[in-house]
């Protein structure tokens, strides 16, 4: 598959993952590609309080595209969403006494739904090729997506009914939005992985993006003795080879009751530690993976 039918397929890519399997490194990572490939990116976070002191403002200097980052918070969403039903003034006045956060954490599902409809409206903005939204993990992910459902079903009319259908409607347009899961080649993100997959695309009619399989590793390694011999000067050298022989075994295996389990294609991504030139080799690797996907699902 060419890189750029991969990356445009749909304006939003949701980013989502079991916590500590690279979720937001592999969103930055999409986002820098796109950036390098010509395209407009949003990378926007969800509920995250970043350092920058305007995080909407940072952009990539070394790509033909940009990457502008923006985090979103549910009083944000809320307060915006209020101004535009012509109630700034009293938006700006409970704001200024804390009230607009409790009341978008307090609601159950109105701080997903809104958070949501300010994805919506940036999508339908154009103003950027690509949303790439680094979502919350793969349980909170399942609440967030719920969102617009549940409220759809307790709110029969009125215009949070109205934005419900709306982002019920983009969730379900293939050619809107996808959503990319993210796991390591380890049991428990597996399975988890597999769980939430079937969740979202039966109950919620939500498109997947091939799966990343991130941190496997994907180095050549020496198998026969006579290999290992000559590949290891000492025992501790050996036992440590043996050690991520046997990592890698289980890795597979994990990777093989995923395949066996969800019918999607996979993009394997190597588990590049703390070497320096991590992000580029990562950004290489998945460029290369994207190329070698075929049109078929599995």
């Known amino acids: 598959m060419e890189l750029a039918q991969f990356l445009t397929a749909s304006r939003v890519l949701i980013v989502a993952g079991k916590g500590g399997v690279g979720k937001s490194t592999v969103a930055q990572t999409v986002a ?5 490939a010509g395209l407009s990116v949003l990378l926007v976070r969800i509920g995250v309080l970043a350092d920058q002191t305007d995080p909407t403002e940072r952009q990539t200097t070394d790509a033909p595209g940009s990457v502008k980052h923006l985090t979103l918070e549910p ?30 954490s307090a609601a159950p599902g109105i ?15 154009g103003s950027q090729d690509l949303l790439i939204v680094d979502g919350p993990p793969a349980g909170q992910a399942l609440s967030l997506l ?8 307790a709110i029969l009319a009125g215009p949070i009914r109205q934005q419900a259908d709306e982002v019920r409607a983009m969730l379900a347009d293939v050619n809107t939005c996808r959503l990319m899961l993210v796991t390591t080649p380890e049991v428990t993100p597996v399975m988890e992985l597999v769980d939430t997959a079937f969740d979202l695309e039966d109950e919620l009619g939500v498109h997947l993006s091939p799966i990343i399989v991130n941190k496997f590793d994907l180095d050549d390694l020496p198998t026969e003795v006579d290999e290992l011999r000559r590949a290891c000067r000492t025992e501790v050298q050996r036992d440590a080879l043996e050690y991520r022989l046997l990592r890698r075994e289980r890795q597979v295996t994990a990777v093989d009751e995923l395949r066996q389990r969800v019918p999607l294609q996979r993009i394997m991504l190597p588990d590049t530690g703390d070497a320096t030139d991590s992000d580029r080799a990562l950004q290489r690797a998945f460029i290369e993976e994207v190329n070698a996907l075929t049109g078929d699902r599995t």
């Open 32 to 36: 820098s590609v796109a950036a390098q």
């Open 75 to 104: 009083g944000d969403a809320l307060s915006e969403y209020l101004s535009t039903r012509g109630l700034g003034l009293v938006t700006r006045q409970l704001s200024a006494l804390g009230i607009v956060d409790v009341v978008a």
């Open 111 to 125: 701080d997903d739904l809104l958070v949501l409809g300010k994805i919506k409206q940036l999508a339908r903005d």
């Open 146 to 153: 719920r969102a617009p459902m549940s409220l759809g079903r």
